[in-house]
């Protein structure tokens, strides 16, 4: 069992930064592929970012240039840090860990993007 916390989302201006944080519990964080997701009210929820066990990264075409996901084993985080955001980055954005057919996933934290 894996329990993801995110945190970092709040209101941003079009053009900022924000950097989300993604904190698991577990023992074998290293093994798992991380992934940030996000969400619109009444859209499908779609892949941001993710790395894997072994640091390879991927990105939505979307984000791509703009968004880093990082991962640090010894604190068993998962960072992404999103750079000159848009309005339409604003999502509730989703940590999560897949393990073969586990998946696990956080509460989301909301990120806005308004002037």
């Known amino acids: 069992q894996v329990q993801l916390v995110e945190s970092g989302g709040g209101l941003v201006q079009p053009g900022g930064s924000l950097r989300l944080s993604c904190a698991a519990s577990g023992s074998i964080f290293s093994l798992y592929t991380m992934g940030w997701y996000r969400q619109v009210p009444g859209q499908q929820r779609e892949l941001v970012a993710g790395?894997?066990?072994?640091?390879?990264?991927n990105y939505a075409d979307s984000t791509k240039g703009r968004f880093t996901i990082s991962r640090d084993n010894a604190k068993n985080t998962v960072d992404l840090q999103m750079n000159s955001l848009k309005p339409e980055d604003t999502a509730v954005y989703y940590c999560?860990?897949?393990?073969?057919?586990?998946?696990?996933w956080g509460k989301g934290t909301l990120v806005t993007v308004s002037s």
């Open positions: 790395i894997t066990s072994g640091g390879s990264r």
């Open positions: 999560n860990a897949r393990l073969r057919t586990a998946t696990y």
